[in-house]
């Protein structure tokens, strides 16, 4: 089966930039969508189709997806984007859903 | 506005066959492109997918639980329904439907999710 690989976690300073990596096998021929999920909440979609963001996700918010790695890139962090970060893709072969292990992501 | 809400037990014990219903509303279920899906996540632990069902009744599981889930939908009630048969301590968490849309690139992205139900699985 298909399998999305993330760092356990990940930690930035205020004000810097934070990546987020989700590794799989061919994963730049994939669509790739994050979701952002804060302690208590549920989960919330910041981008999908590799780099696009829904209405009402900050500009601070952007992602790439190219051959083996996609990344999501959270620049001027802030408190408050201390989260759980998740990849998602479809697997063409399974034909099935698959979601990456997540992403602690820390602000120091 | 899309609004999704889960409803079903807290406690179920070992060996019982769970039964969980999202009841939404601000889409309906047989719009092309449209889903409901089920995700779960234990205390402390990821999000872990379970099921999705399509507008056209097409349905697909992960493939790990497929032989203990069955998603249905009923569309006069603007309901999706999951079951997990055979409960086991190890099912315990919050489970999440959510609101699934087809783009041009992939077939399924959850924009819209409910706030989450805890099950207890406990004799």
């Known amino acids: 089966s298909y399998v999305l690989t993330q760092p356990p976690s990940v930690s930035v300073a205020p004000g810097k930039t934070a990546r987020v990596t989700c590794g799989g096998n061919k994963i730049g021929s994939k669509s790739v969508h994050w979701y952002q999920q804060k302690p208590g909440q549920a989960p919330v979609l910041v981008v999908f189709d590799d780099s696009d963001r829904p209405s009402g996700i900050p500009e601070r918010f952007s992602a790439s997806n190219s051959v083996n790695t996609a990344t999501l890139t959270i620049s001027r962090v802030e408190a408050g984007d201390e989260a759980d970060y998740y990849c998602q893709v479809w697997d063409t072969i399974l034909d099935h859903l698959v979601l990456g292990g997540g992403t602690k992501l820390t602000v120091l | 506005q899309i609004t999704l809400k889960e409803s079903g037990p807290t406690l179920v014990k070992p060996t019982q066959t769970l039964t969980l219903t999202c009841t939404f509303s601000?889409?309906?279920?047989?719009?092309?492109?449209?889903?409901v899906a089920w995700i779960r996540q234990p205390p402390g632990k990821a999000l872990e997918w379970l099921a999705l069902?399509?507008?056209?009744?097409?349905?697909r599981y992960s493939p790990s639980l497929k032989s203990r889930l069955t998603i249905t939908k009923d569309t006069s009630k603007n309901q999706a329904v999951l079951t997990v048969t055979n409960v086991d301590p190890v099912d315990t968490g919050t489970y999440f439907c959510?609101?699934?849309?087809?783009?041009?690139?992939?077939?399924?992205?959850?924009?819209?999710w409910g706030q989450g139900t805890l099950v207890t699985v406990s004799s």
């Open positions: 601000g889409f309906s279920l047989t719009s092309s492109g449209v889903g």
């Open positions: 959510a609101h699934s849309r087809g783009t041009s690139l992939s077939p399924a992205v959850f924009d819209y």
């Open positions: 069902i399509f507008w056209d009744d097409d349905k």
